[in-house]
């Protein structure tokens, strides 16, 4: 299919704290990235944020999700901010999104690039690579439950999970085929040793879909001993498909180990292209430091490489995968988290000169 020559509708939400810093340079690689490769991004920007939730009650307007809908595409910064609980950020905004628009996979791509180092010692760029697939849209993230009994001394809560099997089918057939493209090998993340209902079928279905794909190795692993196996043998990792508790967990946890939560992006996807697919970086909103101009661009750039992908802009995601690992390669303009004194701005405008 011809790409060339398109103009995308891409909705900015650049959220909070430093969300509103790297957001600024992720667009300005991609809109370099465009222009170098015949398209064009057409950018909206929403201010939907923490900061608007203590203006007027909520993430984002009633028609919020409506409005998105039209776009082909959606570039989030960091959400959060003192004073705004994580549960409002969170389903004010993202779950309500992610959901809406059947967003089931999660997908968080991890690697040690290169000019960076992992807090595994004598690790090399080879063996810290992988990608975590999880489960976007139920199991543990779920709605259903309640407080009761409040403030008696009999008082509990009651939080339920839910598996559905389209649910768990479509995501763990997802990671085999994507699985496939890369080094064929596939690993679920479970703990039917403790969680009597939920995981056990999670297994079952995975058993079923492994026997439809002998090309791939496939292996079940209890969670707690897959995020060792992350850190002691990496190496052994390929794509990692699990629920979404346990892939939000693990893959900070992947991140961690290949560079930091700062170099990491992710993508919340819709496979059949039905609607939207939404694209952030990993790290939170670090209100702390925005605005102070020393974040690291780099994971929401990343984000933006994924969002080219998906609109099917290969060349152009693969020019700026290239361009960040030249910049960060050479060494000579990096963030205080890289060892360096560059700017957020200084970053993101050398990524930016370096796209081909």
């Not at 026997?211 to 969670?223: F, I, L, T, W």
């Not at 490489?305 to 995601?317: I, K, N, T, V, Y």
């Amino acid at each position: 299919m011809t790409t060339a020559g398109r103009a995308y509708a891409i909705a900015s939400i650049p959220g909070d704290g430093i969300g509103v810093d790297v957001t600024r340079e992720a667009r300005k690689v991609l809109d370099r990235a465009a222009d170098r490769h015949g398209f064009a991004l057409r950018w909206t920007e929403f201010d939907w944020s923490c900061e608007r939730y203590t203006r007027t009650g909520s993430m984002m307007p009633e028609d919020g999700i409506d409005r998105l809908a039209e776009f082909d595409g959606i570039l989030l910064g960091a959400v959060g901010f003192p004073g705004v609980p994580d549960h409002v950020s969170l389903w004010g905004l993202l779950i309500p999104v992610r959901r809406a628009f059947a967003q089931y996979v999660n997908l968080r791509p991890v690697r040690l690039l290169p000019g960076t180092t992992s807090a595994l010692a004598g690790r090399t760029v080879d063996e810290l690579e992988m990608v975590i697939v999880r489960e976007n849209s139920e199991g543990e993230y779920s709605e259903i439950g309640g407080r009761h009994n409040t403030g008696q001394p009999s008082e509990f809560v009651l939080q339920t999970s839910v598996f559905t099997r389209v649910g768990v089918e479509r995501i763990i057939r997802y990671a085999f085929e994507l699985a496939r493209t890369r080094a064929g090998r596939v690993c679920s993340a479970t703990k039917s040793n403790g969680l009597i209902h939920s995981m056990p079928y999670w297994d079952e279905i995975f058993t079923e879909i492994a026997a439809g794909y002998p090309d791939v190795h496939s292996e079940q692993m209890h969670v707690d001993a897959l995020a060792a196996r992350m850190v002691q043998r990496p190496d052994l990792l390929d794509v990692v498909v699990a629920s979404n508790l346990f892939g939000d967990i693990l893959s900070d946890l992947a991140a961690a180990v290949t560079g930091g939560l700062g170099m990491a992006p992710s993508g919340n996807i819709n496979p059949p292209g039905e609607h939207p697919s939404m694209f952030e970086a990993v790290h939170g909103s670090a209100p702390d430091i925005a605005g102070k101009g020393i974040a690291n661009p780099v994971a929401q750039i990343l984000a933006g490489a994924m969002l080219l992908e998906h609109l099917g802009q290969l060349d152009a995601a693969r020019a700026v995968h290239a361009a960040v690992e030249k910049v960060l390669a050479e060494g000579a303009v990096a963030t205080p988290d890289l060892g360096g004194t560059a700017t957020t701005a200084e970053l993101g405008s050398a990524v930016a000169d370096a796209v081909g």
